[in-house]
């Protein structure tokens, strides 16, 4: 794993599911931007969401954005 980047447990294991984690760390140790990839906010541990299937990436100098492992498109755009 990058020095570089940041995995909230269940992200780490939805990143590694489908392989991107590869791609995120080679990323990040190539640019040496510090990336953080969650799956919910640090501070809300105790809130339940709808959606588990995603998860968000936050590197400097790139807008973030989601990556999505589920199927559903609804409760993914909620």
């Known amino acids: 794993m990058s020095n570089y980047c940041f995995y ?3 992200a ?3 990143a590694q599911s489908a392989g991107v984690d590869v ?3 080679s990323y990040a140790e190539q640019h040496k931007k510090q990336t953080y ?3 919910r906010p640090l501070s809300n541990e ?3 969401y ?3 299937r995603a998860i968000a990436v936050f590197s400097s100098g790139i807008k973030p ?3 999505d ?3 559903d498109d609804d409760l993914f755009e909620e």
């Open 50 to 52: 709808d959606y588990d």
């Open 23 to 25: 791609i995120i760390n």
């Open 65 to 67: 954005f989601f990556i």
């Open 8 to 10: 909230s447990q269940d």
């Open 46 to 48: 105790d809130v339940k």
């Open 12 to 14: 780490l294991a939805l």
């Open 69 to 71: 492992f589920g199927d």
């Open 37 to 39: 990839i969650l799956c």
